[in-house]
């Protein structure tokens, strides 16, 4: 659960380093969140994009990101803002006899930020009974890093989703912090868990978080599991840095 996350990661850089790479995206109706997915905030080319999944962020649909706010209410205390964002989506079209057949979208969003925005955290600590605010990472696009089976990958989610109760929103925390690359299969990085997958509710919301190594480079993103191999399956983000380089200089 969400008070004891930063007992995890206080005294742990690895731990601090996968949790802040993460940027949750909301869902709402109504005034409250409905769902909740995954993405990054990556800088690449003098500009910020947020980056996340297609089946996740369903794309062409209204979703909303935690950003940074300077506020604080008073000692110990932060506010954070949500962000409405409209993902951009790609298509893919087969080509045959001259005809345009079968599109399918491609499990890849992203959306051009201000240069402005980043994201803010806020973590209970039960032991000084307070709360800690810092902002998450922005993280700077290496398309020409590749995965090695000699270094460790992680992680981080919010999942199990359980609404609102007390004005709280209800979710867990899922921290993956030594993954194993084993190698790569078409759009994707495959990844070992160091334990047994177990239910996908374990995993329902990380969607779009990024994967990252030790040195705090951005890998992939995750897309699907398969529980079975207790792999972790993540899209390799830079077969799509051509789409945010047209982001970066439009016609």
Not at 14 to 22: G, H, T
Not at 121 to 145: C, H, M, S, W, Y
Not at 173 to 190: A, H, K, P, S
Request: glycine content about 6%.
């Amino acid at each position: 659960m969400q008070k004891y996350l930063w007992d995890q990661i206080k005294d742990n850089e690895w731990r601090k380093q996968i949790v802040k790479a993460s940027v949750p995206l909301w869902k709402y109706k109504n005034g409250e969140p409905i769902a909740v997915a995954s993405a990054c905030i990556v800088e690449y080319m003098n500009c910020r994009f947020v980056l996340s999944i297609a089946h996740a962020t369903i794309a062409s649909s209204i979703w909303h990101m935690e950003v940074h706010s300077a506020e604080q209410v008073e000692e110990g205390q932060w506010r954070t803002k949500l962000q409405p964002l409209e993902m951009g989506f790609l298509t893919e079209f087969y080509f045959e006899k001259n005809n345009v057949t079968d599109p399918k979208m491609v499990d890849f969003t992203y959306r051009m930020l201000k240069p402005s925005i980043s994201s803010f955290q806020v973590l209970n600590d039960p032991e000084n009974n307070t709360i800690v605010g810092f902002e998450r990472a922005v993280l700077k696009a290496n398309f020409d890093i590749s995965p090695s089976k000699n270094k460790k990958y992680g992680f981080y989610g919010k999942v199990r989703f359980g609404g609102v109760k007390d004005q709280q929103i209800i979710f867990e925390d899922r921290l993956e912090e030594d993954l194993t690359y084993v190698g790569e299969e078409g759009q994707y990085f495959v990844f070992e868990l160091s334990h047994k997958y177990g239910s996908h509710d374990n995993y329902r919301g990380c969607s779009g978080a990024p994967v990252i190594d030790q040195d705090n480079n951005l890998i992939g993103l995750v897309s699907y599991g398969i529980k079975s191999k207790n792999l972790i399956y993540a899209i390799n983000i830079s077969k799509y840095r051509s789409v945010l380089e047209i982001e970066t200089k439009p016609f």
